[in-house]
């Protein structure tokens, strides 16, 4: 089921890391929507909604009232609700300590620099809502937002999500989310960047999609922020033979059940033995999860078993595939997590499987795919922020830097620059 490797570079010639890409026709395709979209407004959007969704709407249908969202969030169990505030709740508490206020240097003159941090004045959040619905990637893009003190938050959602998942409509209710579209795929990314007659545009785009929505969002990136070009999710288990083969092959499984057919699933150990292992369990479990055909699919394609001889050549390959999901389970988890540097959550012992995560634990689940954990971060607070520099010079202080601020000026060959100095003093 998984292909077994001995040794970082077999791994990488037979499977090169490849960051995710649309594929040419996605693109024109994409690009056509988008443009639509751009020129003729709530005209096109309702076009597209009856073509691609297969919904008849009128432009005041468009955004759904907060009865509509109450009655249907109405349908969610006590239990439900429950669970959905606690998660929120984890997620607040984690996400409260990002928060940060900027800061002001003072001089003796009476001059100042600051750092000055603002909200966002608007923010779109997409919600996927076709095969599946996913409230908990609407808790990870809403609550950073609104501690950040976003003023105006609008999700956009294909038709019907609503009325098929009362666990959306619930957790918009928690988060008192009343801006609520009925669009999805490409078409809302651009009636959110853009606008329409009856969507006002959004300052920056979040949230999940299929390759569609990722490329729109490609595409409108400049017109408004976005949070990442997100692809399929990964997950590398780091293991020792201390680990249970139990464990380990259950955390693959469940990151190859995400449903594009392109997720990965690696597991790197020092451990032949383990190694031998989890790929049997992997065969014996499979067979009673429900999803087990597209899995086992994901599996062949992109699962692997990559045994090292040392943890030294395991922290290699592990830098080098910068997952978006890295598990340990070593005998020493909690110091080689310390050495990891790229990865864009770690998960730290045999009680910390990805899922904890995904749901509950607080951190954000809008992780860096693709290998952009070598640069990227999680989603989190300081993405519905923007920080500004404040220059505030007494004239003494001007004075008594205008020589080196001229200098300088000088030296690059802005003139015009070093008069706008001198002329303060002439």
Do not use: W
């Amino acid at each position: 089921m998984i292909a077994l490797f001995h040794g970082a570079d077999a791994y990488f010639r037979s499977r090169p890391v490849v960051s995710p890409g649309g594929e040419s026709s996605v693109r024109e395709r994409v690009a056509a929507l988008v443009e639509r979209v751009r020129i003729g407004g709530d005209r096109a959007l309702l076009e597209l909604i009856s073509e691609l969704d297969g919904a008849l709407l009128a432009a005041d249908e468009i955004r759904m009232s907060r009865e509509e969202i109450v009655r249907a969030a109405d349908r969610a169990s006590d239990e439900l609700r429950r669970v959905i505030a606690n998660a929120a709740a984890n997620i607040r508490r984690y996400h409260e300590k990002q928060l940060h206020a900027g800061f002001e240097l003072r001089f003796e003159d009476g001059s100042t620099l600051a750092q000055q941090v603002t909200p966002l004045r608007s923010v779109g959040v997409y919600v996927p809502g076709g095969a599946a619905s996913y409230p908990s990637s609407v808790l990870m893009n809403v609550v950073p937002a609104r501690l950040a003190g976003v003023d105006r938050i609008a999700v956009a959602t294909p038709p019907g999500a609503i009325e098929r998942s009362c666990e959306l409509a619930a957790t918009f209710v928690l988060l008192e989310v009343d801006e609520v579209y009925r669009m999805g795929g490409a078409q809302a990314v651009a009636a959110l960047a853009y606008g329409t007659e009856t969507v006002p545009a959004v300052d920056k785009i979040v949230g999940p999609g299929n390759a569609y929505v990722a490329e729109a969002k490609r595409l409108v990136f400049g017109q408004v922020g976005i949070d990442t070009m997100a692809g399929p999710s990964e997950i590398v288990v780091l293991a020792d033979e201390s680990a249970r083969a139990r464990y380990v092959a259950a955390d693959l499984l469940s990151q190859a059940e995400h449903g594009s057919g392109d997720e990965r699933a690696v597991l790197v150990t020092t451990s032949v033995v383990l190694a031998e292992e989890v790929a049997a369990e992997i065969e014996r479990q499979l067979e009673s999860l429900p999803k087990n055909r597209a899995i086992g699919e994901v599996l062949r394609r992109n699962g692997a078993a990559v045994a090292v001889a040392s943890l030294e050549e395991a922290l290699s390959l592990v830098e080098r595939i910068a997952p978006e999901h890295l598990e340990i389970m070593m005998r020493d988890a909690t110091e080689v997590a310390s050495r990891v540097r790229n990865a864009g959550a770690i998960f730290v012992g045999e009680h910390s499987p990805v899922p904890v995560g995904d749901f509950y634990a607080g951190p954000n689940h809008v992780l860096p795919t693709g290998s952009a954990a070598r640069f990227a971060s999680p989603l989190g607070v300081y993405d519905f922020v923007k920080r500004t520099s404040v220059v505030h010079y007494s004239r003494k202080r001007l004075d008594d830097h205008r020589r080196d601020i001229e200098a300088f000026a000088r030296a690059e060959g802005f003139e015009a620059h070093a008069r706008s100095i001198a002329i303060r003093f002439e």
